[in-house]
């Protein structure tokens, strides 16, 4: 038969095999209780382990037969904040001391009243004796062994050996399986802490996600109240960036100086606070610990936050209960703060990137404003300055001015050259808008790789050579107009991303998060076929709808008739003073040539040809030879059969391939004065001329009444 002593090896050696899998110290003490039985009878046992700080205990394990427990259910193994208790209070100092605990009966023992809590738990459970002796591991105490029954006067010296002599037989491997469980819940915590990360990152202010923060640090760090505080910019106060207190009405000081508390000197030099007993601990002459005395606060866990060696502020947390903190709690604590500190290393560069990226946004903005300014008193951008009096082109003119008073997006299309900039500058000046930026972008001109990042603006590191925040033409535009040439140049992802800023009116920065809105009005222009691009899949549906909720054609300089000659002569007068040329014209072999000439390059070519010939002239008459044009008789008589219409359906006839220029203006307007009935006034419109041209024209070929 085998001895009670050979049951408790067998059930030591279930123990040690149980460290090899998933281990559970309750089922482990209900066995070991059975067996021990025999040894020393007892109701219920109980096997605790000594705290690193020897201050306080955690039951390792409880079994009862019968009865409530009298830990509650917390235990060492749950690494419950609440199930850390005090030893003082439950009169285990001597046992944790090395020496042992016999009470013959818990309602009697003279002892006992002076510790009332510990006395109210056991009677509550039933316990009347009691033994509890301590457990050693590498040469110290490391927890305690206890039994207790619930009849008085049981106990007695040869069961105190036996539970010494059992304590002794369990040991190493409760301590080791304490270590195991401890370095287990270690590595969780400090993985906890550090996928955070997520939470600090959704804001550039500590004080703004401080409650989210609190909610995931609480399971591995519980606290009653949590405060974080940062040096002011004066370097002698501390901010109240956030707290979270369970108890309503705590009142905090929202600026605080370092001197008002006891610490302070332990802070600055980086040191992690541990306090067990705020009542022992603080001086109450100190006003700031003063303040946590008074809202009951009694441990406490203060982590200095540390950029380089100085201090920048500090994470503090609190309990209302005494040592409810460890060594521990204060290296997750730690490595809570450092995560707080990346944190705010990434805010103040955040902060610094912003107000530079803000005075350069300026800066540009400033800029643009200038350069608009500039525009407005130089050219003139208002409609009444654009040159024209084409019929087809005030038809354009007249749609353009009645859109500009609206919001409305616009799509001047035409062929290259056309004016479409001058036009969308009209647009802008005659709008609501008029006193904002007026940004032009063309899309042609910039590489596919950069359009989107100049368009949207990119952050720092959102790609290589992204050195610093760069805002783009729609931040810039911000509160005016954005034109945007060439839209058919654009590549589908760019297009992707401006159909999404039309309909939401919100935008990102290439390698950004954060939601800017778009508050621009948007203009845009193309020399292409859009419908065409739209058929061949080049150009998205949803965004061609979006950008041509209205449109305005403005014809090519080959079918605006006379008014070449007025532009010609336009930019005569204004690229000749500029060049100091005086007083120039156009000789009459010049105007045919401005007249007969194609201008496959419209109003740009125009003004080149014109610019060429002011360069090249001395003075008086500018020549057709000096405008560097050659025009063909197959290019006359193109010219002679181009036509012009007007309300009224007016045309020039083909024009006989020996006919003079000026033969052929005659007979036009003496064409244009039958069509209408001899009314001079819609002669002029229809053949895009004032009333004082169309009579200059008259008396020279003798017309005139």
């Known amino acids: 038969m085998e001895s009670p002593l050979a049951d408790l090896l067998a059930c030591v050696a279930a123990f040690g095999r149980s460290l090899q899998e998933k281990f559970d110290p309750q089922r482990f003490l209900a066995d070991f209780s059975a067996r021990a039985q025999r040894l020393v009878p007892h109701d219920r046992v109980i096997i605790s382990s000594l705290e690193d700080d020897g201050r306080t205990f955690t039951v390792f394990a409880e079994h009862a037969g019968t009865g409530p427990a009298v830990f509650q259910g917390r235990y060492t193994t749950d690494f419950d904040p609440d199930g850390r208790y005090a030893v003082d209070e439950w ?35 039933g316990v009347r004796g009691r033994i509890a002796v301590p457990i050693y591991a590498g040469g110290r105490v490391v927890g305690l062994f206890a039994v207790s029954s619930f009849a008085p006067g049981v106990y007695t010296g040869a069961h105190v050996a036996t539970c010494r002599q059992i304590a002794d037989l369990i040991g190493p491997f409760v301590q080791g399986m304490v270590l195991f469980q401890r370095e287990h819940r270690r590595r969780a915590r400090l993985q906890a802490i550090t996928a955070l990360a997520p939470i600090l990152g959704t804001s550039l202010k500590v004080g703004d996600f401080l409650e989210r923060l609190g909610e995931a640090v609480r399971p591995v760090l519980d606290f009653d109240a949590m405060a974080i505080r ?10 109240l960036v956030g707290v979270l207190d369970t108890e309503e009405g705590s009142q905090y000081a929202g600026i605080a100086a370092p001197e008002e508390y006891s610490m302070s000197r332990r802070m600055v030099s980086g040191e992690t606070i541990l306090i067990h007993d705020a009542e022992r601990e603080l001086d109450p002459d100190r006003a700031g610990d003063r303040r946590i005395l008074a809202r009951g606060r009694r441990s406490l866990l203060v982590v200095p936050l540390m950029i380089g060696e100085r201090l920048e502020g500090y994470v503090y947390f609190a309990k209302r209960l005494p040592d409810s903190y460890g060594e521990a709690d204060a290296e997750i604590a730690q ?27 300026r800066a540009r903005h400033l800029q643009v404003r ?43 299309t035409g062929e ?37 990042s100049e368009l949207f603006g990119h952050e720092r590191g959102a790609f290589t050579g992204a050195d610093r925040l760069q805002r783009g033409r729609f931040e810039l535009a911000e509160g005016g107009t954005l034109f945007l040439d060439e839209i058919g140049e654009l590549a589908p992802v760019v297009q992707a991303k401006l159909l999404r800023v039309l309909q939401e009116r919100q935008y990102e920065r290439v390698g950004g998060a954060a939601l800017l809105d778009a508050d621009v009005r948007l203009i845009t222009a193309t020399n292409r076929d859009l419908d065409q691009a739209v058929a061949a899949g080049r150009f998205r549906e949803d965004l061609y709808y979006r950008l041509a909720v209205f449109r305005v054609h403005l014809p090519p300089l080959r079918e605006r008739g006379a008014d070449v000659v007025l532009l010609g002569e ?17 000789g009459g072999a010049a105007r045919e040539v401005l007249l007969t000439h194609r201008w496959p390059g419209n109003i740009r070519e125009l003004q080149n040809a014109v610019e060429r010939a002011l360069i090249l002239s001395d003075g008086g ?35 006989p391939l020996g006919e003079s220029l000026a033969d052929l203006e005659r007979r ?36 005139a009444d």
């Open 570 to 586: 336009h930019f005569v007068r204004e690229l000749g003073a500029r060049t100091g040329k005086g007083e120039l014209g156009l």
């Open 370 to 412: 200038v350069e608009s300014l500039r525009t407005a008193l130089g050219d003139r951008d208002d409609f009444s300055h654009i040159i024209g009096r084409a019929p087809a082109f005030l038809d354009a003119l007249e749609q353009a001015r009645r859109v500009a008073a609206t919001e409305t997006t616009v799509l001047l």
């Open 621 to 655: 008459l500018i020549t057709a030879e000096q405008l560097g044009i050659t025009v063909t008789r197959a290019a006359v008589a193109e010219a002679a059969t181009r036509v012009e219409g007007s309300e009224s359906g007016l045309a020039v006839a083909p024009r």
């Open 668 to 703: 036009t307007i003496i064409d244009a004065l039958a069509r209408v009935h001899g009314n001079k006034s819609r002669a002029a419109a229809a053949l895009g001329v004032s009333r004082t041209q169309l009579y200059t024209r008259l008396k020279r070929f003798g017309l």
């Open 416 to 452: 290259s050259g056309t004016g479409k900039e001058v036009v969308a500058r009209a647009i802008h000046h005659g709008s609501p808008r008029k006193d904002g930026a007026f940004v032009a972008v063309n899309c042609a001109a910039l590489p596919e790789t950069l359009i989107e």
């Open 91 to 125: 009169d285990l100092r001597p046992v944790f001391e090395g020496g042992v605990l016999l009470i013959d009966d818990v309602e009697r023992d003279p002892h006992m009243p002076d510790k009332p809590i510990a006395r109210a738990r056991l009677l509550e459970a």
């Open 335 to 361: 490595a809570l703060g450092a995560e707080i500190v990346i944190a705010m290393q990434h805010q103040r560069l955040a902060e610094e990137q912003q107000r530079a990226g803000a005075a350069e946004a």
């Open 230 to 239: 940062v040096v002011n910019a004066d370097r002698h106060t501390l901010d």
